[in-house]
Structures are given as C-alpha cells and as structure tokens.
C-alpha cells in the first residue's frame, strides 16, 4: 500500500470513488507518479491501478472516459484537466475501489500495553529523526485541543512551514493516531489514548 499526493482527489469526486462509478483519473506529471498494480490510499479507501497510459495530448481522451472520470461531459473533463503544461506528459490512469483502507480500522483499536510500548518508541524514533526536533507529543497535543482547526493554522501556531508539518501528521496517520476532517484533522480513538499516554509521561 502506497501513499502519493498524485493521486489525490477533490472532494466532489469521493462519493464517485467509494461507488466505483469513477475509475478513470488524467493527470500531467513530469514523471509517472503510480505503478501499475499498487494499491493508493484515497478519501474513500484503498484504489488499485489497474492500467497508465500514455497521451500526446487531450485531444486522445475518449467521450467514454468523461463519465468515468467523474465528468459530466467530455468539454467539462478537458476544461478540468487545463491546458498542457510544459515538461510534463499527459497520463490516463484507469483503478478499482480495492476496498477499506486498513488505516480505518486500526485507528478504532486501544492498544493494549505492549502495543502502546511499541508505538510510543515509533513516535520516539520519528522525533529523534526530525530536523525541526521533537514534534510527536506537541503535534498530538495541539490535534486533541484545537480538531478541525487547518494545518496552516496549526502549523503557524509552532512556526512551522505549512507542508513539513502535513507530512508529520501524516506519519501519525499512518500510525491510526489521526483522522482528516473536511478542515483540518482530529484524534482517533487509537490517538486519543497514545496521546494520552504521552502527555502522562512528559
């Protein structure tokens, strides 16, 4: 299971991806951003690549591929997609809903006290890591105080740039400790207590 910003999705389109009525995408990278056969966490679960092609140029997509993006028509696709951009190619990638994203269901679970001894030494070796210093215990802090609040706003709070600081919690999502809301992001279960584990150690 992978993660990449490529494949990110707008709102609109997630009832689509839970659905599976959308299974086409078009994106211009400067490289391909997927592999074929890897499965991409999304807002509405895990999607499996199932084919990336190559274009020329908008004017290979098919009328067919509109609705699959999520598109009404093919002019409203085309003028979502923009006009091409230079060093980038143009790719059709086509996926399936592979299901839940098992992240949805590890942040439901209390860890018991061996569990909790491990994550809390993964949010050790992420602080020992970072560049900015320790981050773990403030970041989870902040969440359970402010949820819902945007990561700039977070961010800005500690004096942090805007996307270090996403890329962080997106480590303790990985971890089940977070969930994103519409705006901004709140504690899971699983999160609440690790972070109340650590604030009892501090």
Avoid: H
């Avoid at 809390?120 to 949820?147: C, H, V």
Wanted: aromatic fraction near 6%.
């Amino acid at each position: 299971m992978a993660f990449t910003e490529a494949m990110r999705f707008t709102m609109d389109a997630w009832p689509g991806l839970a659905d599976g009525s959308i299974t086409v995408t078009f994106r211009r990278w400067k490289r391909c951003q997927v592999v074929l056969g890897n499965q991409y966490r999304s807002p509405s679960g895990m999607l499996e690549v199932l084919a990336v092609d190559e274009l020329a140029d908008a004017s290979a997509i098919k009328k067919a591929d509109a609705k699959k993006a999520g598109s009404p028509d093919l002019e409203s696709l085309l003028e979502r997609l923009g006009p091409p951009v230079e060093g980038t190619t143009l790719y059709r990638v086509e996926f399936r809903n592979a299901g839940a994203d098992p992240r949805d269901e590890l942040r439901k679970q209390i860890p018991d006290d061996d569990e909790m001894d491990t994550i809390l030494k993964k949010l050790d070796r992420l602080d020992a890591r970072s560049s900015y210093g320790p981050w773990t215990t403030e970041t989870l802090r902040m969440i359970a105080e402010q949820p819902g609040v945007r990561a700039p706003d977070l961010a800005a709070q500690v004096g942090r740039e805007t996307k270090p600081f996403k890329l962080d919690v997106r480590k303790l999502k990985s971890l089940g400790l977070t969930e994103s809301q519409k705006v901004g992001y709140n504690l899971s279960p699983r999160g609440a207590a690790v972070a109340n584990a650590r604030l009892a150690l501090d």
